[in-house]
Nanobody, 124 residues
């Protein structure tokens, strides 16, 4: 399994920005598609963004398109989520994940490994 550790969450005002990081263990990181998911209290965990192992393919849920950017640095075994123009509806615990088939995870059943999560709170 791959160990994943998220960081970069916190409290930000609406319209502000945060950058989340996900550090991964292992020597096969570049083979895995990666994704970010989020879960608000009382709600289901939902897909936010995904990226292919090579970094050439990216995917986003409609509500974050144009505001969030997923990227990766395979030399550092790290995936990032740059979040701009944050809205209160973005408030959630954000989780990093690997794709179970090495493809990009676009849903919960595609995930092999989960990070512990990092809290993002957007005030207004």
């Amino acid at each position: 399994q791959v160990q994943l550790v998220e960081s970069g969450g916190g409290l930000v005002q609406a319209g502000g920005s945060l950058r989340l990081s996900c550090a991964a263990s292992g020597n096969t990181f570049s083979y895995y598609g990666m994704g970010w998911f989020r879960q608000a209290p009382g709600k289901e965990r939902d897909f936010v963004a995904g990226i292919a192992g090579s970094g050439s393919g990216t995917y986003y849920r409609d509500s974050v398109k144009g505001r969030f950017t997923i990227s990766r640095d395979n030399d550092k075994n790290t995936v990032y989520l740059q979040m701009n123009s944050l809205k209160p509806e973005d408030t959630a615990v954000y989780y990093c994940a690997t794709g179970g088939t090495r493809a990009t995870p676009l849903g919960l059943r595609d995930v092999r490994d989960w990070g512990q999560g990092t809290q993002v709170t957007v005030s207004s």
